[in-house]
Structures are given as structure tokens and as C-alpha cells.
């Protein structure tokens, strides 16, 4: 079994910034990729970016390019969503997810946290 604990959400006016993490544990070897998801009321569950365990591959949504860093401790077995230039659009409930692929589909990823509000004010 594999558990993802989010953590870092909350309130923020536009233009600001947050640091999302997600802590891994219990069997880290069976999977290879993490990522990022998102769902904002009323919408369906959208990517926002992914990558490898050793860091090499990261995919990011086109919405968030340029702005979002996904990065990974594999010390600490830990996965970071670093969220600059935040934007209204941007709230939402994010979770991190566990996958044998670095991919944009939520269907490749078996592993699933709680998820983490993140509200952008204008």
C-alpha cells in the first residue's frame, strides 16, 4: 500500500504564491511517477503536472507553464508543487497521485491523497 498525505493549501490573493507537498509512504517502490491534479467546483479533474521519481521527466498542463515547479526529495520521499503568479482560475482542490507512468491521464495513476483546498482571491 502506498499513502500520499497533502499538505501546504490555503488562501492567497492573486499574484501570490504557495508551496504544495506531498508526503509518500509505505511501498514507494511500486510506483515510478507522481503528479499533480486538480478539480475546481463544478469542473472536471484536470492536470497539472507530473514527473519521474528520479526527477529526470516533468510534464506540466499549458495552464501552468512558466509559473508551477514540480520538483521531488527522494530522501524524504516527498513531491513539491511550487505555484507562483497565482490566479483566480487557479482555485481549486489539488491532489497528488502515485503512478507506474509519467503521464497526463488521472486513469495511469492507482494512488490517490485527500487532496488540499487552494483559494486564489482577485
Known amino acids: 500500500q502506498v499513502q500520499l498525505v497533502e499538505s501546504g493549501g490555503g488562501l492567497v490573493q492573486a499574484g501570490g504564491s504557495l508551496r504544495l507537498s506531498c508526503a509518500t509512504s509505505g511501498r514507494t517502490s511500486s510506483y515510478y511517477a507522481m503528479g499533480w491534479f486538480r478539480r475546481a467546483p463544478g469542473k472536471e479533474r484536470e492536470f497539472v503536472a507530473a514527473?519521474?521519481?528520479?526527477?529526470?521527466?516533468?510534464y506540466y498542463a499549458d495552464s501552468v507553464k512558466g509559473r508551477f515547479t514540480i520538483s521531488i526529495d527522494n530522501p524524504k520521499n516527498t513531491v513539491y508543487l511550487q505555484m507562483n503568479s497565482l490566479k483566480p482560475e487557479d482555485t481549486a482542490v489539488y491532489y497528488c497521485?502515485?503512478?507506474?507512468?509519467?503521464?497526463?491521464?488521472?486513469?495511469?495513476?492507482?494512488?490517490w491523497g485527500q487532496g488540499t483546498q487552494v483559494t486564489v482571491s482577485s
Open positions: 514527473i519521474s521519481w528520479s526527477g529526470g521527466t516533468t
Open positions: 497521485a502515485a503512478g507506474l507512468a509519467v503521464t497526463t491521464s488521472f486513469r495511469s495513476y492507482r494512488y
